[in-house]
């Protein structure tokens, strides 16, 4: 008996996937359970297992393609049956591939190092010695291919079978790009996965959402003073204790005081769905682009958790082994530049949330204080960047100010924070 195997349904509106690794070839006997499939989608690298056991008779995809949920992707002999000429009569009908070439199996590499391939044009069989731990291709070894081949290759041609199903373009731009190329050299990469799922999002998040945006500047000195001393002990449970995590938390207090940030905006129903739980994301900037992991019941955990979590995530996401749930059901997107020494910007909410904080990095500033008797002072002092951008369908200006201003009193005070927190 011959069964085909599709791409399964992904869920969370995903409906198409990239195929970064086939780690079978025909005639290889498959245990179910076994991995017979890596791919990557908008949202993440995900490894597929096979739903049976048997022989795989046909692969009808090839690495770098694209293809939809539904589509055909192998054929696999069970029962020891002979393989049949086409799939079963239940399957509609398939596209005729191409004979392919499986003398060898995929390269061993991981799917950042892939995706730095297919940028660069390097084939990863070209790479002739691995460095990496058991013959694994790195993103080092693609490098000196791609360097080799500039030098020496001429370029590799294109690849001899087209994708399986091609990808649903944006919406299109009102007019014609030029032709670069009259004014100089150019290079096109690829616009695809994550990429191509933040500009999307960002499109709809954009057009549909009037942004409002509100700004203001924390005293971080006694937040740092505190973090600084407390650092050490989280650093020993395995955590960073960071400006987020003390804004998860001034945020999620937040939240319950003005639960209308909490929400979504169903104009199909004309109701908000104000949410009775406090998933925090966290925008990280990763090497495949924007990618916001979400932290679960904030309002629950310790600073002391949150600090192990989120470092965790944060891991995960730059590694590129984060799974699909941790991208899902976030309430409220928080975003840091401050690392990156990034000061005041506006930030594009994360659809189909309402609300997104913005914070930059802290600086030593002049600031004038008053003491209890009126009097002024100018002392230098750890000054922080804040913005919140809001969905002024949902929420008005003059709460967007009253919340802002309530989780600027918890970070500039670390007693205030703690005993806020509910």
Known sequence: MTRSFRLPDLGEGVHEAEILAIPVIPGQTIREGDIILEIE????????????????????????????????????????????????????PEKVQPPRDYRQRPVPASPSTRRLARELGVDLRAVVKPTGAGG???????????????????????????????????????TDLPDFTRWGPVERLPFRSIRRATAAQM????????????????????????????????????????????????????????????????????EIIVKNFFH?????????????????????KSIKDLAVEVDGAIARVRAGKQSREELQGGTFTITNAGALGGSHFSAIINYPEVAILGLGQGRMQPAVVTDDRGRHEIIPRLLMPIMLCFDHRVVDGGDAIRFLRLVIDALEDPDELLITMI
């Open 41 to 92: 989608t908008d949202k993440t690298a995900v490894e597929i297992p096979s739903p049976f056991a048997g022989t795989v008779a046909d692969i009808l995809v090839e690495v770098g393609a694209r293809s939809m949920v539904g589509d055909v992707l192998m054929t696999f002999r069970t029962n020891g049956e002979q393989i049949s000429a086409s799939p079963d009569a239940s399957s509609p």
């Open 136 to 174: 694994v291709v790195t993103k080092e070894d693609v490098e000196a291919q791609a360097r080799r081949q500039e030098q020496t290759a001429p370029p590799l041609p294109a690849p001899p079978f087209p994708p399986v199903a091609r990808a649903q373009p944006l919406a299109p731009v009102p």
């Open 203 to 270: 499109t709809a998040s954009w057009s549909q959402i009037p942004h409002v945006h509100c700004q203001d500047s924390v005293d971080i000195t006694m937040l740092e003073a505190f973090r600084q001393k407390h650092k050490g002990e989280i650093a020993a449970c395995g955590g960073r204790l960071t400006m987020t995590v003390f804004a998860m938390k001034a945020v999620t207090t937040a939240l319950k005081t003005y639960p209308r940030f909490n929400a979504s905006l169903d104009l199909a129903a004309q």
């Open 280 to 300: 925090i994301g966290i925008a990280v900037d990763s090497e495949s682009g924007l990618v916001v992991p979400v932290i679960r019941d904030v309002d629950r």
